[in-house]
């Protein structure tokens, strides 16, 4: 029996609705395997957190999430309570920065009972490989003066250890799926970072003969996840520019509430953290209408991560089959409830098993 011992925070909003649901659907999942196991520690840090505290985590923190296999993040923010960079800084990235969570995966797919926005969207299936350490999000920069002469410099940073990381990473990745590698790139108008990271790229490519190439600045990649989806496989990005392209990756399956993460320590020093796209959506917190399916699509990449890649693949089927059938939350036309989609996502786990 493999056991996994799963850190658990549902943080703020629709995030304390949609992670229990995704919580029972791992102990489904479970169950119908009959060799694995969770057990789950829950902390409650939030903006809730932070208003009786003064942080959003305690000091210890992180050496109490150390010990996990994996973090199981809900959504984190409420701007009425606590401003987004103090919430979003003193947890999330927290985390991403001190753990070494230095991989970004997000995947998108034309999914089975949603209606895409895209007239022809040819069922595509692509993941964006976003470096999520350094570049663009950085915090080396300042500002200086005040009034009109007010300077703000804010620099990018990028390491060829953390470059190339990224890449080799997407070209293992694409090595299991359709040995395609696109980078985005705008060396054209970026004058150092992205020349820089067109010849790491260059030079990483060498390495993988087996793996078919493509390099498109970013605005034309913007363009052709919107008029090709289809073509891409493994897309392979900085940190700001994988971050824009994900959130089009949402848009294009016909909603961000769907989309999923995995924050990736690859060094097996920290434990990984998995967290849904969208964000605490405050305004229908406590409605019972969230939809799940972002949370629940989170868990299939942690059981990737775990290698139960085939119980992952079957809890995604599982997920379409259900929205397929019609059943779905409000944002995606349909009339049920967060535990409607949940349940009926359940039901079938067992009965097929």
């Not at 999430?65 to 990235?93: E, Q, T």
């Not at 961000?256 to 990736?264: F, K, L, S, V």
């Amino acid at each position: 029996m493999k056991k996994w011992e799963i850190a658990v925070i549902p943080g703020d909003g629709i995030g304390k609705e949609v992670v229990p649901a995704a919580l029972d659907v791992l102990k489904a999942v479970a169950d119908v395997h009959g060799g694995i196991s969770f057990s789950f520690t829950e902390f409650p840090w939030s903006c809730d957190y932070y208003m009786e505290h003064g942080k959003m985590m305690p000091d210890d923190g992180l050496s109490t999430l150390r010990n996990f296999d994996a973090i199981f993040l809900g959504a984190v923010g409420n701007p009425k309570l606590v401003p987004d960079h103090i919430s979003l800084w003193g947890l999330l990235l927290k985390i991403r920065r001190e753990f070494e969570q230095v991989i970004n995966v997000r995947p998108a797919k034309s999914f089975r009972g949603l209606s895409s926005p895209l007239a022809e969207p040819r069922e595509f299936d692509f993941i964006v490989v976003r470096e999520n350490s350094e570049g663009e999000y950085s915090e080396v920069g300042g500002r200086i003066h005040r009034g009109e002469d007010e300077i703000a410099i804010q620099n990018a940073v990028f390491t060829r250890k953390g470059t190339e990381r990224a890449m080799r990473y997407a070209f293992e990745l694409a090595r299991k799926r359709k040995r395609h590698v696109t980078s985005a790139t705008k060396s054209n108008g970026i004058f150092h970072t992205m020349p820089f990271w067109d010849e790491v790229f260059a030079d990483v490519k060498r390495d993988y003969p087996d793996v078919a190439t493509a390099s498109y600045h970013i605005d034309a990649l913007a363009a052709f996840f919107v008029t090709r989806p289809h073509t891409f496989d493994v897309v392979v990005a900085s940190n700001l520019f994988g971050d824009i392209l994900t959130d089009l990756g949402g848009a294009i399956m016909g909603s961000i509430g769907i989309a999923p993460a995995a924050n990736i320590n690859v060094n097996g020093k920290y434990p990984s953290m998995f967290e849904p796209v969208h964000g605490s959506a405050p305004d229908i917190y406590g409605q019972g209408i969230a939809n799940p399916i972002g949370q629940i699509w989170t868990a299939k990449l942690m059981l990737d991560h775990f290698g139960e890649e085939e119980l992952g693949a079957f809890l995604l089927k599982t997920i379409e089959d259900v929205t397929a059938d019609g059943i779905k939350t409000p944002d995606l036309g349909g009339t049920a409830t967060t535990k409607e989609v949940t349940e009926e996502i359940c039901r079938r786990l067992y009965k097929r098993s």
